[in-house]
């Protein structure tokens, strides 16, 4: 099931996107997964639920880079209805770099 959703999402990456460096194309498919039923996850999009920061937005809060250590160890609070998640380094690296296209 995983497979078939990562697989349809890809069909949905728009072409700029398919330009982007492999890890970082792996980071968009990953928030697309598991983030983009709450936050926005392009330039231009509302974030579906109201109180989650559209990623475009996280680099002018603070350096994306400092999400990494809460990535990996697990964030625990976002916005009150976020889950709690852990990713892998290769996870972490990816969505980083992912979020980094999102500031140009």
Do not use: W
């Amino acid at each position: 099931m995983k497979a078939a959703v990562i697989a349809a999402l890809v069909l949905f990456i728009p072409a700029g996107a398919m330009a982007q460096n492999p890890s970082a194309q792996r980071g968009l498919i990953f928030a697309r997964v598991h983030c983009a039923q709450c936050h926005s996850t392009d330039k231009v999009s509302p974030s579906p639920l109201k109180i989650a920061p559209p990623f475009r937005t996280l680099h002018l809060r603070y350096p994306v880079e400092s999400l990494e250590e809460a990535l990996g160890e697990g964030i625990v609070t976002g916005h009150p209805s976020m889950p709690e998640f852990r990713l892998d380094p290769g996870q972490v690296g990816d969505l980083i770099d992912f979020l980094k296209t999102l500031e140009r």
